[in-house]
């Protein structure tokens, strides 16, 4: 069974997709075997792969359409390494036509489940919203990864996403678990950054990954190369954190698997 992840945080712009798509060549660069879920219309993770949105054959939108299964829909990432199931502007469609239909919000877990024999992990990069689309990311996730910047108002939706992952737990996942917050386009310099960052620190503990995520310009420009960062400029200081951070993810769930073992 891969560990699967979302990357979530409702907000837009704070780095899921850039997450998302370095953890995945960061984890395959240290011999893991990934896929990458696309569940946002927008198609980043994609088009970041490499992976051209506009002439994908299937994506994820069959697949949660049950249309066809995920080992026909998904692609090869040559570059970062991994395999992606790509989205692109027909899954904004998805959340009105699923609506109606039945195991609405468990459609992803079942497709996840006819391939989970091929991979080590299985990244979810979420929208910018708790709506179904994330929901069918949470109901099959064991946890997840919240990628901040350390500004003031990072806190503040940070708290909806906490009561969400709560709820999901609650009533439709039980192995859901927040697994870490990762601190993300860091600037050391900018004395709030550091001030929040000890905020999470003292408020989250454990939570908070060790790996820091810098502010790096090469990480926002491979995107446009249809590479991750950890591929485009494997020196820059934004491609070593990404692999500094699968590293560090790879032991966590290494001594979580051990401590519960240890429990039963
Ligand atoms: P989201 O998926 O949450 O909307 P993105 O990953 O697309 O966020 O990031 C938003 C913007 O910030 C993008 O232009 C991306 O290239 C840029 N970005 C993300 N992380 C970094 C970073 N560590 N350093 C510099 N730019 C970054
Ligand atoms: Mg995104």
Do not use: W
Not at 109 to 116: D, F, L, N, P, Y
Not at 225 to 252: C, I, M, T
């Amino acid at each position: 069974m891969p560990h699967i992840f979302c990357i979530a945080n409702q907000k837009g712009g704070v780095g899921k997709t850039t997450t998302t798509v370095n953890l995945a060549a960061g984890l395959a660069k240290i011999g893991q075997r990934v896929l990458i879920v696309d569940l946002d219309p927008q198609g980043n993770a994609t088009m970041g792969s490499g992976v051209d949105k506009r002439t994908l054959g299937a994506s994820v939108y069959d697949v949660l359409l049950e249309s066809t299964s995920l080992i026909e829909a998904r692609t090869r990432s040559e570059k970062g390494g991994y395999d992606v199931l790509g989205a692109n502007r027909e899954l904004a469609g998805a959340e009105i036509e699923l609506v109606n239909l039945e195991r609405r919000d468990r459609r992803l877990k079942t497709a996840i489940e006819v391939a989970a024999g091929d991979y080590d992990f299985v990244l979810i990069d979420c929208p910018p919203s708790l709506s179904l689309l994330t929901l069918n990311g949470l109901t099959c996730a064991h946890g997840v990864i919240v990628p901040m910047q350390c500004e003031y108002f990072a806190l503040e939706g940070l708290t909806d996403l906490v009561n969400t992952v709560k709820q999901v737990h609650a009533n439709l996942n039980r192995d859901l678990q927040l697994i870490g917050l990762l601190r993300v386009m860091f600037d050391p310099r900018i004395t709030l950054q550091q001030q929040v960052s000890d905020q999470l620190k003292a408020h989250f503990g454990e939570k908070v990954f060790d790996t820091v995520i810098p502010r790096n310009v090469r990480l926002a420009e491979a995107p446009s190369y249809g590479v991750p960062g950890v591929v485009f400029d494997p020196s820059s200081k934004g491609a070593q954190a990404f692999v500094s951070f699968a590293e560090e993810l790879v032991q966590r769930v290494a001594k979580d698997q051990a401590s519960r073992s240890r429990q039963v």
